[in-house]
Nanobody, 117 residues
Framework: QVQLVESGGGLVQAGGSLRLSCAAS????????MGWYRQAPGKQRESVAD???????NYADSVKGRFTISRDNAQNTVYLQMNSLKPEDTAVYYC???????????WGQGTQVTVSS
């Protein structure tokens, strides 16, 4: 079992920045890819960014150049630095991870990010 706990959400004005953190605990040795998803009201959950244990990253087109995902394997923590935030970035952001071989995945409880115009 893996537990994921997010922090760092909040309210920010358009153009501002926020940094999300996600700390993993439990069977952390089994974690491979970690990432962030988001879900806005009335919309499907979508992938924002992910990072492998080796540091390879992927980003949604909508956040490229504005968001940066990073990972501290020693602290079992993944971060999402969000700059130049837009109102359309408003959503609940969820931390997610895949275990080795993608045998299982886990979700955090979510953290609200609200960007005001």
């Amino acid at each position: 079992q893996v537990q994921l706990v997010e922090s760092g959400g909040g309210l920010v004005q358009a153009g501002g920045s926020l940094r999300l953190s996600c700390a993993a605990s439990g069977s952390i040795f089994s974690i491979n890819v970690m990432g962030w998803y988001r879900q806005a009201p009335g919309k499907q959950r979508e992938s924002v960014a992910d990072i492998s244990s080796g540091g390879r990253t992927n980003y949604a087109d909508s956040v490229k150049g504005r968001f940066t995902i990073s990972r501290d394997n020693a602290q079992n923590t993944v971060y999402l630095q969000m700059n130049s935030l837009k109102p359309e970035d408003t959503a609940v952001y969820y931390c997610h991870c895949w275990t080795l071989g993608r045998s299982r995945d886990y979700w955090g409880q979510g953290t609200q990010v609200t960007v005001s115009s």
